[in-house]
């Protein structure tokens, strides 16, 4: 175990201190952008609108960074993680990438529990940043990572903050608090749908909590369509661990997107729109195109907004730009 871990608690981080930070300045504000090209490449009507939320812009590179901001920040205001502290998770990937970057602006160590088979950029990712990581068997995915770290926090206590994404509040009220309210007032109240995909959850309980309640939007979230798929970052529900944050009355519906089709989605956002993101974004796509035939089938007007989770440089060593 990484000597970090046993690190005693040094209170004395504030919010304010959290608040000036350049990084945390590049935080969130992401452009909604419309996709036109990919809606006339797949012969939708004009009265049928496609909204991506570019999150890749965040300076984590991921919609993550909103999460682990939320989280630190509200650790912080509680008095449960001060400088010099070491904060600890399971991660597949982006929100470790965001712990680690806050990290090291802030003077936090980072030890972290990552699926031995996540992509090679994100791990250099999270060794360039400085952070401490902990591989978990590659064969079990995010559940191996979340299992591994449940034992780690079991051993070492309360030396340490353990952030647990899955599980805490702060994840959803992330979303609930920047997301959302950006997304209502980008689409100027108009979002008829609002598309995510699942991972621990927090942007679809987060965000489509505030929307629906705020527009009434129909909220769909996305999983793989299988237990073993290769769409990193998310959770296949029925056989996954199921975070405690999830809450089933948010999603009106959710749809399951096979790794395939999320990948030809995002070669597809790349080539039609110039849009270069990931493969959850491409699974998000994928579902948003399938909603907007169903709307234009039945002939009725829709402006659906999907996330952008992430950017497709994050995986040119996986199989998702082979062709
Ligand atoms: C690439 C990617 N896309 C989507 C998600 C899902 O977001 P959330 O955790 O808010 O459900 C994650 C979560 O880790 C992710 O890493």
Redesign the pocket.
């Known amino acids: 175990m990484p000597a970090t871990m046993t690190n005693r608690r040094a209170p004395g981080l504030s919010g304010q201190e959290i608040d000036q930070l350049g990084v945390v300045k590049l935080i969130g504000n992401t452009p909604l952008v419309h996709m036109h090209r990919l809606s006339a490449h797949l012969g939708l009507p004009a009265n049928i609108q496609l909204l991506l939320k570019a999150e890749w812009v965040n300076p984590g590179g991921?919609?993550?960074d909103r999460?682990a901001l939320a989280i630190i920040r509200d650790a912080v205001d509680r008095g449960r993680l001060g400088h010099g502290q070491t904060l600890l998770d399971s991660?597949?990937?982006?929100?470790g990438i965001a712990y680690a970057m806050l990290g090291a602006a802030l003077n936090l160590p980072v030890t972290l529990v990552v699926p031995a088979s996540a992509s090679d950029e994100r791990k250099r990712t999270l060794a360039a940043y400085g952070a401490n990581l902990v591989f978990s068997d590659p064969f079990e995915g995010?559940d191996g990572a979340i299992r591994l770290v449940r034992e780690m926090v079991a051993r070492v206590g309360d030396d340490v903050f353990f952030a647990d994404?899955?599980n805490n509040p702060a994840?959803v009220g992330a979303?609930v608090g920047s997301t959302g309210p950006e997304i209502l007032r980008q689409s100027r109240g108009q979002i008829t749908h609002f598309v995510?995909?699942?991972?621990?959850?927090?942007?679809?309980?987060?965000a489509g909590s505030f929307l629906k309640q705020e527009t009434g939007s129909q909220i769909i979230a996305v999983q793989p369509d299988e237990e073993f798929h290769g769409?990193?970052?998310?959770?296949h529900l029925p056989t996954a661990i199921v975070?405690g944050i999830f809450d089933p009355a948010v999603p009106d519906e959710i749809v399951g997107i096979g790794t395939e089709d999320a990948f030809a989605y995002a070669r597809l956002l790349a080539t039609t729109e110039g849009l270069f993101a990931?493969?959850?974004?491409g699974?998000?796509v994928a579902a948003t195109a399938r909603l907007g035939a169903s709307l234009a089938e039945l002939g009725e007007p829709a402006v659906i907004v999907a996330?952008g989770?992430?950017g497709g440089s994050?995986y040119l060593t996986t199989g998702l730009w082979d062709r």
Request: aromatic share 2%.
């Open positions: 991921s919609i993550k999460t991660t597949s990937g982006n929100t995010s994404q899955y994840n979303h995510a995909a699942l991972g621990t959850t927090g942007t679809i309980i987060g769409i990193e970052g998310l959770k975070p990931g493969s959850s974004t699974a998000n996330i989770c992430d994050r």
